[in-house]
């Protein structure tokens, strides 16, 4: 870490302390010249500024200058009076009033070496630093060690952030405070950014986009670790996505896990046609969750991914609703995810096909990212959607065939059954008199030869009215 005392040691510089003498330990991160009168929207936090005094011309020019120094956060003053007499004393004065390190530069010595001399300082600081930050990775290549190590050679607190908005990493409590942002190295489906609470000069900004590389690195590791671990769920995965499979073999399969039997569980499909990987999306929306989480993929081509999640009390009841705002700040293609379950281990057959048909739902939809629970879908639509489709389209057809050419018939039906079998809220909901409805489910029944005041006889159409949607 370069210091303003760190300065005033170099001895080709001899710089000599006018004022500030109790503030020689602040950082300086950069260096900046200027000779305006006002340069506050061009200074950064940390800057040592270097300046001629030519926009001092008379005593009160240096209360505004040295005012915007102190504004900024500015390291240090290097002042030369080469042109102005030597240093003004209402210069010195607004110095130590603002708490600003003035450093006087010796008449004979040109700008353009000390510009030089503090360059060169900072850059052999910064790798200096690299290479502890290096040296410490090697000891301790977590991200929460990383995180701690850089931060304390960057002297700001540091954040590792995902692009759905998750504090992957932190060196201190609290949301990010965005200085500076930098983008971690590799290719991932759900990008990572390291955010630093301070803006940073050019010596530590290379310190800081080392942290990030080492930051990707780790990251890489780790995912391989976890994806070593997932391969245990990987046949019970593939084994509820085949039809043929048996009980044993499920059984077997769920066992190799080690998850408890008695316990529900959630499945969860996810299909994401395009560059992003299933089961990079899943392991982000999932990486908070305190109980045990499988990801495996499901199909050929990655871009389908399967979870099975342990679904005790810690599974959030808008879970559907908050991963949907996640993968919302996500550019790129279409994200579907269905959910089924919950469901212990004799039932998660029918929680992966509750969460197939949960995925067929939000496929249909028109958002570019849909996420549906089973429980948004209706159970009648379940059982009909395990039919094949030319079942289906047949018992449509023997049950609603009658009423094919008489549309406004068929949409009275409907509404009275979605009214269930009210006639007063029907013809409310149809803005008809009841009496007329009574008449056109009549005559409906007398064109399907149905009751249709009977309860069983309601459910049968309704399903099959049910089939078109």
């Not at 790798?127 to 930050?133: E, H, M, P, S, V």
């Not at 930051?215 to 245990?232: F, I, N, S, T, Y």
């Not at 073999?249 to 499909?269: D, I, K, N, S, Y």
Request: proline share 6%.
């Amino acid at each position: 870490m370069t210091l303003v005392r760190t300065l005033l040691e170099i001895p080709e510089l001899r710089m000599r302390l006018r004022a500030g003498s109790g503030f020689l330990d602040r950082e300086v991160t950069r260096i900046y010249g200027t000779e305006l009168p006002d340069p506050s929207r061009y200074l950064s936090e940390g800057e040592l500024v270097l300046s001629g005094l030519l926009w001092w011309h008379e005593p009160g020019d240096a209360e505004p200058f040295v005012a915007a120094l102190a504004q900024a956060g500015c390291a240090a003053l290097a002042a030369s009076g080469a042109d102005s007499g030597g240093i003004p004393d209402d210069l010195v004065t607004a110095c130590e009033r603002h708490r600003m390190p003035l450093l006087e530069v010796p008449v004979d010595l040109s700008f353009a070496v000390v510009t030089e001399r503090v360059v060169l300082a900072l850059a052999n600081e910064a790798g200096g630093a690299r290479k502890r930050l290096l040296s410490a990775a090697a000891d301790d290549a977590s991200l929460a060690g990383l995180l701690a190590h850089g931060a304390t050679e960057l002297g700001a607190h540091c954040w590792i952030r995902s692009a759905t908005g998750r504090v992957v990493e932190a060196s201190a409590p609290g949301p990010p405070v965005e200085r500076t942002v930098l983008p971690v190295s590799g290719r991932a489906a759900v990008p990572w950014s390291l955010v630093v609470a301070a803006e940073l000069g050019p010596g530590l900004a290379e310190v800081a986009e080392e942290l990030a590389s080492l930051v990707g690195l780790a990251r890489a590791r780790e995912d391989e670790v976890r994806r070593v671990q997932m391969r245990v769920a990987a046949p019970l995965i593939a084994l509820l996505g085949d039809p043929a499979s048996n009980a044993a073999e499920l059984a077997g399969a769920f066992a190799a896990t080690g998850l408890p039997a008695e316990q529900p569980l959630r499945v969860l499909l996810a299909r994401t046609p395009g560059a992003r990987t299933g089961t990079e999306i899943l392991d982000e929306l999932l990486a908070g969750h305190p109980a045990p989480v499988f990801v495996a993929e499901t199909g050929e081509t990655g871009d389908e991914a399967c979870a099975l999640v342990l679904a005790d009390d810690s599974w959030p009841q808008d879970w559907a609703e908050s991963a949907t705002r996640a993968l919302a700040r996500l550019g790129g293609g279409r994200i579907v995810i269905g959910v089924g379950g919950p469901a212990t281990m004799p039932g998660l057959r029918g929680a992966g096909e509750e969460a197939r048909h949960a995925l067929g739902a939000a496929v249909r939809r028109d958002e570019r990212v849909a996420v549906v629970a089973g429980e948004e879908i209706g159970v009648h639509r379940l059982l009909l959607a395990g039919a094949p489709d030319e079942l289906r389209r047949a018992l449509r057809e023997r049950t609603l065939g009658p009423l094919a050419g008489h549309p406004e018939l068929l949409h009275t039906v409907r509404v009275f059954l979605e009214c269930s079998g009210s006639p007063a809220r029907a013809a409310k909901a149809l803005h008809v008199h009841v009496n007329t409805l009574r008449y056109r489910l009549a005559r409906a029944g007398e064109l399907l030869g149905a009751d249709l005041t009977d309860f069983r006889t309601q459910v049968d159409i309704y399903l099959a009215l049910s089939v078109e949607n």
